[in-house]
């Protein structure tokens, strides 16, 4: 007899939200908008600022959370884009107030991102010297329970344009639970699997030569290619294979994974291709254009995960 292949449920963006009969909106009006909805792959897309959105949310309903948050670089510094300086200038959203400021707004969208999680949810957030620090340290003051810091190496990093620093070419992904006493997925045997079979460290080097060669503590994952961004540039988008692999760790098929700053929304391209959930949130009706172009390509084109967990286009 044929063996039967077991189906999994997948969880509905809807249980994100809490019904309109249940919550007030202040003067009658949602904190969000719905920019697109793929009822199919249970897939959406929320205009409005997350921290509101987030706080008016239902309870306990996300699986797991990948945040890249604003890194405040947007005050006049410099930097390397097609071999010319060019001043850092992403938005008003990355614009730096202070750190006090910078250190309150963190803790804010992360008790926001604490209330959904359900209790063994995990958040991973990525950040530069920049930031990370007030993230780990606000998830301290918030209780939750810190499990990793993940160090992604970069083999083509901008370069050091004022030659009074060493190069910056690392950024830290800190991955915690919602608290102490979460029993978090962490699905072991695969990240084993995708590493041919030998634990997987936390220093992930993205650079295929050195995956060719075998190190044990090294995750060979090029940067975005220009098949990533062929519907346009996000200034800080992350490898679909980054994504994916973080994806695998930390969550199981059919649950709802979120991302409160989605930019151009690799983490739901990752999420729907790996049979998850997905909701994303943006104030930036630009990202947003670009999330549902590369959502609508990734529902229709057949893609392939590889031995090495990554996954490609066929």
């Excluded at 009822?39 to 929320?46: F, I, P, Q, R, T």
């Excluded at 604490?114 to 950040?127: A, C, D, E, F, Y």
């Excluded at 940067?223 to 294979?241: I, V």
């Amino acid at each position: 007899m044929p063996k039967k292949v077991k189906k999994y449920e997948q969880a509905d963006p809807i249980a994100f939200y809490v019904g309109e009969d249940q919550v007030s909106y202040g003067v009658n009006k949602r904190p969000y908008s719905v920019y697109y909805d793929d009822k199919e792959h249970a897939v959406k897309l929320l205009q409005g600022n997350c921290i509101e959105i987030l706080n008016q949310a239902r309870e306990k309903s996300v699986d797991m959370i990948f945040a890249d948050p604003p890194y405040f670089l947007s005050n006049g510094g410099i930097t390397c884009q097609a071999g010319r300086m060019v001043s850092v200038n992403k938005g008003k959203w990355d614009k730096s107030s202070g750190h006090q400021e910078n250190h309150e707004f963190n803790l804010k969208w992360l008790r926001a991102c604490q209330r959904v999680l359900k209790p063994n949810g995990t958040i991973w957030v990525s950040g530069t010297t920049h930031v990370i620090y007030s993230i780990g340290y606000a998830m301290q003051e918030l209780g939750y329970k810190i499990l990793n810091d993940i160090v992604w190496y970069k083999r083509n990093p901008p370069p050091n344009l004022s030659c009074r620093y060493f190069t910056h070419s690392t950024e830290t992904i800190l991955w915690a639970a919602k608290n102490s006493q979460s029993k978090h997925c962490f699905n072991y045997q695969t990240m084993k699997h995708l590493n041919s079979g030998k634990q997987m460290k936390s220093l992930w080097r993205f650079d295929a030569q050195e995956e060719a060669e075998g190190a044990d503590n090294v995750w060979g994952i090029s940067a975005p290619n220009s098949r990533e961004k062929k519907f346009g540039k996000h200034p800080t988008q992350k490898p679909l294979e980054l994504l994916t692999r973080i994806i695998l760790a930390s969550s199981n098929e059919g649950d709802l994974v979120l991302d409160p700053f989605c930019g151009s929304s690799t983490t739901g391209v990752s999420a729907m291709l790996l049979k998850r959930s997905y909701v994303g949130i943006d104030m930036e009706e630009g990202f947003l254009a670009l999330s549902k172009r590369r959502l609508i390509e990734a529902a229709s084109v057949p893609l392939l995960i590889s031995p090495a967990g990554a996954l490609a286009f066929k």
